[in-house]
């Protein structure tokens, strides 16, 4: 690597000038439309600047960049990050700097006492080669028979959020404003929930309707959910419903109901664990879909 390349961390005013080139890999070229500072302010906020991390050239461009996001697991209290957007400028692909990215940003975190980090990729090999290694636990339900209803089940709001966050117990990551934001990979959020207490989190893609997380504990709740999140669906024909292996009601309630279902296992969730004592606990960490950057 060129001895003039510098890693290191963010400062204000510099996150401003890779936004352009990350909205136009990540969002605009994908055919959607939200810019990443409005789908991730969290990530892309002042007070994160420090945590996103970049190869400098000597004038000071900007060649390869991660953005870092920093989670503490409720039980037991772990600190571990999150990476997401990681990027190197068309010209200087190949040349090992988003490597040299992420080997920085892993140090940091590890200096910093964290027990380790994940993020999602379809480019498996390049991140295996830097230690990082598949575990996802997603079994991912394609539906293209869904019926259309006309009723609507009422939008949950913000004291409904904090029960379902507080419902999720142990390992799981979940805050509030989580269910408030716009799932990736879709620009129009879904938030449904029957008398019940069944909910569907979700939104609205290109082709597709996106399922991040469902709750249903009969047919007739399943339906009540499904059936207006495909008439919101508008004409997109097929329905994505993310699922883990707990969820084995709602497995069998789709089974039943859609038999023609495709079923996939993807392996997009990877993780770095820096010692051997978190190495179980985090290996079968249940990160849901709304948290993924």
């Known amino acids: 690597m060129n001895p003039e390349i510098q890693i290191r961390p963010l400062r204000t005013g510099e996150l401003e000038k ?3 080139s990350l909205n136009d890999e990540f969002i605009f070229q994908r055919g959607r439309k ?28 900007i060649l390869s960049f991660a953005a870092t996001e920093e989670r503490t697991l409720r039980t037991p209290s772990l600190k571990i990050f999150f990476v997401g ?8 692909r190949g040349c090992g700097l988003a490597k040299k990215v992420m080997e920085s940003l892993a140090e940091t975190y590890r200096k910093k006492g964290f027990a380790g980090g994940f993020l999602w ?3 498996n090999n390049f991140y295996r080669s830097l230690g990082w290694k598949v575990c996802d636990r997603t079994i991912l339900m394609i539906l ?18 904090d029960a379902l966050a507080a419902s999720h117990g142990g390992l799981l990551i979940r805050r509030v404003c989580d269910y408030f934001k716009v799932p990736p990979p879709a620009d129009v959020p879904v938030r449904l929930r029957t008398a019940h207490g069944g909910h569907l989190c979700g939104g609205i893609g290109q082709s597709a ?22 008439a919101e669906c508008g004409g997109r024909e097929e329905i994505w419903i993310n699922l883990q292996p707990e969820q084995q009601g709602e497995i069998a309630l789709l089974r039943s109901r859609f038999p023609d279902a495709e079923i996939k296992h993807p392996a997009l969730q990877m993780n770095l664990i820096f010692s051997e004592e978190h190495q179980v606990l985090l290996d079968g960490l249940n990160i849901p879909y709304l948290d993924r950057i």
């Open 18 to 20: 890779i936004l352009p």
């Open 34 to 61: 939200l810019p990443l500072e409005k789908r991730y302010p969290d990530l892309f906020s002042t007070e994160n600047v420090g945590n996103c991390f970049a190869a400098f050239s000597r004038d000071g461009e």
């Open 85 to 92: 957007c990681v990027f190197t400028a068309p010209a200087v």
């Open 121 to 123: 990729t379809g480019l």
């Open 144 to 161: 293209r028979s869904v019926a259309r209803g006309g009723a609507r089940c009422p939008r949950p709001s913000e004291s409904d959020a």
């Open 209 to 230: 309707g996106y399922v991040y997380e469902l709750r249903a504990d009969n047919a007739e709740e399943l339906s009540e959910l499904l059936s207006p999140f495909a």
